[in-house]
Structure formats: structure tokens, C-alpha cells
């Protein structure tokens, strides 16, 4: 009979991702509701010092093979699937990062169940999961019940917290090597390359500054990262100021960029598109500067600016800066 909840845990350079903690909190709160144990399934090398058991997991699941030293999408959807084989859980969960949206689908269809994506609400209701998550560009919210085992979700990042310490907990730890076949692996990253620049992971950063069409060209979006390191955040930009050439994607906020959840948002010369706003209108505060009165981005704002961002920014730098000194 399925029990427990499993948790795809994702780290980079042996550390855990704050995306993977947050959803390894989900499942504590979950599994306190169904009283069952928390189930973290690591893949690969992690650092001694992260240990999961004092994050909510009851055990630890450390899964190795050759083939999972360099992501590989059948690789890790294999390797899910056999985890869940091995401890029929009642729930499934992970992030819904780049890696967690290409990947976890695969697993959910290996395992021929559903899949909720970037949730932002779980709760468990007459002993299943439901969740909330957006839909039609973030314009409204479905709540789904899952009734087939496992019950699989995404949650969306920077919306649950995360569990406080506990040293008193402890936990089991399993060696799992999964039964990958090389000639199933059809894809495989080679190399990573991480661009200079941003200091804070977009979709983890808890503020964010972003610039769009109106900065007038890409030689005025180092303001936007000044604005950004002067609050310890990440910089971000529209759909139309990366696809004119002016920043990478890898900045892109927006429905063909990236979702994020930050406490505070920041939109520069962003009329308000809703293909932006469907990668950002769950921000908890959304400031907009924005010299057009009517733009679309002020009926979602917290808080608006109307005037000139090449004066306005520069000042709230400075004036952020003589705060922090």
C-alpha cells in the first residue's frame, strides 16, 4: 500500500538547490497531515555538510550510476521511477526549476500518473493532494485533486518556505543504484557554462530589478544591475529586450522565460505584457517605473512610478546605498 512522500532533491556543485529545501518543507507539512515519513532521493555527489534529515526527511535516499555524473533526462526520469518502484510513495514532489520541468514529466509518464506543475498551493484533502497552480498565462487559479498513486506536483519557487533546522532529527541513509540502460539514454549535457554577471540565481533571488524595452538599448542595463546589487538581488528583463539582442535569456522573466515568486519586484520601463506578467504577478510587491501613465504594468503594481527611469533609477541606487552605509 503506497505511503510516504518522495522528494527529488536538486543540488549544483554538491550543494542543495533553496527550490529543492522548500519543497522538502512541503512535504513535512504533508506528511504530518497523513502521518508518514518524508523520503529525500539525492542524485549524485552531495556535500557532507547538507544534511536532510535536520531539513524535515525521515531518510535519505543516495541514488548512483555511471550514468548519472552529467544530467541526463532518461537518466534521471529512470532513475525517479525506479526510486518510487522501490518505496511506493503516496506523493511525489519537486521543483518546478529548468531541471524539474524537463524532467519530472518524463518520470510522470514512465509511472503513467499525473502531474501538477508549478503549484503553488498543496494540501491534503480527504487523504489525497490537491493543488493550486495557474493557469491561461496566471489570469486564474485551477485546483486539482490527484487521485491516481503516486500523486505527483511541482511546486513554483520562492513560494514555500523553508523548514527551520533541527539537529534533534536524524535519519536513515540508503544506497539505491538505479537499473539504467546505456541505450536509453538518448540526450546528455556535456559541459555547463555559467555566465558571468549574475550574482543571484533569478528564479531563487528574493528581489529582483527588471529591465525592459524602455531602457532604450543594452548599454543601459548595467543601472539595472546596479539598482539590483545595491538591494542583493538579481536582475531580470522582458521578452522584448532579450529578443532584441540586449541581454541573455538567461534574464528572461515572463510565460517563454523564466516564473518567479520574488518578495519584491521591480519592473523598469516594462509596459506589462502578459506574457511578462505571467513570469511575475505572484511577486509579493511589484514596484513599476514607467514614464506612461496608462501602461498595463500599473493596474498590477503595488506601487507605481510615472516618470523618467534613467532618472529615477540612478537616484533610488544612490539612495539605497546611503542607507546601507
Known amino acids: 500500500m503506497a505511503s ?4 527529488f532533491i536538486e543540488a549544483r556543485q554538491g550543494a542543495v538547490k533553496k527550490t529543492s529545501l522548500e519543497a522538502l518543507s ?9 502521518a508518514e515519513p518524508v523520503t529525500a532521493l539525492v542524485v549524485g555527489p552531495l556535500d ?14 543516495r541514488a548512483e550510476h555511471e550514468l548519472l555524473a552529467s544530467y541526463a533526462p532518461e537518466a534521471y526520469a529512470g532513475t525517479l521511477a525506479a526510486a518510487a518502484a522501490a518505496c511506493d510513495p503516496r506523493i511525489i514532489l519537486g521543483s518546478a526549476s529548468a531541471l524539474g520541468r524537463d524532467f519530472l514529466p518524463r518520470a510522470a509518464a514512465r509511472l503513467g500518473v499525473g502531474l501538477a506543475q508549478d503549484s503553488t498551493e498543496v494540501r491534503i484533502v480527504e487523504g489525497k493532494l490537491e493543488c493550486v497552480r495557474p493557469i491561461f498565462a496566471g489570469k486564474a487559479l485551477a485546483r486539482v485533486r490527484l487521485t491516481r498513486l503516486p500523486a505527483m506536483a511541482t511546486l513554483r519557487p520562492n513560494v514555500f518556505r523553508v523548514a527551520p533546522d533541527d539537529s534533534l ?6 544506497q539505491f543504484s538505479p537499473p539504467l540502460d546505456p541505450a536509453k539514454i538518448r540526450a546528455r549535457a556535456t559541459a555547463v557554462t555559467v555566465s558571468p554577471g549574475q550574482k543571484v540565481e533569478l528564479t531563487e533571488a528574493s ?4 529591465g525592459g524595452r524602455g531602457l532604450k538599448g543594452p548599454e543601459n542595463f548595467p543601472m539595472i544591475q546596479e539598482l539590483a546589487d545595491a538591494l542583493g538581488g538579481a536582475m531580470g528583463a522582458s521578452r522584448a529586450a532579450v529578443d532584441a539582442g540586449w541581454i541573455d535569456h538567461q534574464h528572461q522573466v515572463g510565460q517563454t522565460g523564466k516564473t518567479v515568486s520574488p518578495t519584491l519586484y521591480i ?9 511578462h506578467l505571467a513570469g511575475m ?3 509579493k510587491y511589484i514596484v513599476a517605473i514607467n514614464k506612461d501613465p496608462d501602461a498595463p504594468i500599473f493596474k498590477l503594481a503595488d506601487y507605481g512610478i510615472v516618470g523618467d527611469l534613467f532618472t529615477i533609477v540612478p537616484a533610488l541606487t544612490r539612495e539605497i546605498r546611503k542607507l546601507k552605509q
Do not use: N, Y
Open 48 to 61: 557532507p555538510s547538507a544534511d536532510l534529515a535536520r531539513l524535515a526527511a525521515d531518510r535519505v535516499l
Open 267 to 275: 519592473a523598469c520601463g516594462i509596459s506589462g505584457a502578459i506574457q
Open 26 to 34: 512541503a512535504a513535512h507539512t504533508l506528511a504530518a497531515a497523513l
Open 207 to 210: 528581489i529582483i530589478v527588471s
Open 169 to 174: 532529527r536524524s535519519a536513515e541513509v540508503v
Open 281 to 283: 504577478s505572484s511577486s
Open 4 to 7: 510516504g512522500i518522495l522528494v
